[in-house]
């Protein structure tokens, strides 16, 4: 099993409609991250979690919300889709050491039509 | 933005031939982080350097960090067609253990057989 694991994977909606994308990690680290990447523009980060009680904006929050569940588990909540958040989102984790080194999950597809 | 930016975008190169990519960021930095990802997967760590090294290998892969002029560069020697890739520099802002970690835009290499 990956120790990193986004559901679903690929995911089609409609404006407006509410979506939400799941993050579970079994590496036990306590850092959970939210990117989004699109074509051109590398990966831009949404949201970030230290622990359960820390959470923080990223560079592009506007449009989403986030909900640390438990040390394994991150959220991603897009209230009312629209078009331009069609993308690619990843979830990554990183352990509280120093190296900094992210593991990612292998990424969910959402398409907003 | 605190995105780094990568040069060039796209490269593509015979098999055998040496890849080189390059990395320039904005403010100073912890460390350097280089990942690699395979078309539509998630993002995978390759090495990282740290702020007081200037040079760094594993395998075929070779690492400089210059930080006067903040910037960075990998090459991939005798690549190999399994190489065919987008590679991202990544780079922590802020105190190391709290910072959070910022994407370029990412190089795509292919290596032609």
């Known amino acids: 099993d990956a120790d990193v694991t986004q559901t679903p994977r690929n995911r089609i909606t409609k404006t407006g409609k509410r979506i939400m994308l799941e993050c579970s990690q079994t590496?036990?680290?306590?850092?959970m991250y939210w990117y989004r990447q699109d074509p051109g523009l590398g990966l831009r980060l949404i949201y970030y979690?230290?622990?359960?009680?820390?959470?923080n904006k990223g560079e592009i929050s506007d449009g989403y919300s986030v909900s640390r569940q438990a040390q394994a588990k991150f959220s991603l909540s897009l209230e009312s889709a629209i078009p331009n958040q069609t993308a690619l989102y990843f979830c990554?984790?990183?352990?509280?050491?120093?190296?900094?080194?992210?593991?990612f999950g292998e990424g969910s597809r959402l398409t907003v039509l | 933005s605190q995105q780094g930016e990568e040069d060039p975008q796209a490269l593509s190169i015979q098999e055998g031939e040496n890849a080189t990519m390059n990395c320039s960021y904005k403010t100073s930095i912890n460390n350097l982080q280089w990942y690699r990802q395979n078309s539509g997967r998630g993002l995978v760590h390759l090495i990282l350097i740290r702020s007081n090294e200037r040079e760094k290998h594993s395998g075929r892969l070779r690492v400089t960090l210059d930080t006067s002029k903040k910037s960075s560069s990998l090459l991939i020697t005798a690549s190999r067609a399994a190489d065919t890739a987008s590679y991202f520099c990544a780079t922590i802002y802020g105190s190391g253990n709290t910072g959070k970690l910022i994407f370029g835009q990412g190089t795509t290499l292919q290596v032609k057989p």
């Open positions: 990554a984790t990183r352990d509280r050491g120093y190296t900094g080194e992210l593991f």
């Open positions: 590496k036990g680290h306590d850092r």
């Open positions: 979690s230290f622990d359960v009680k820390d959470i």
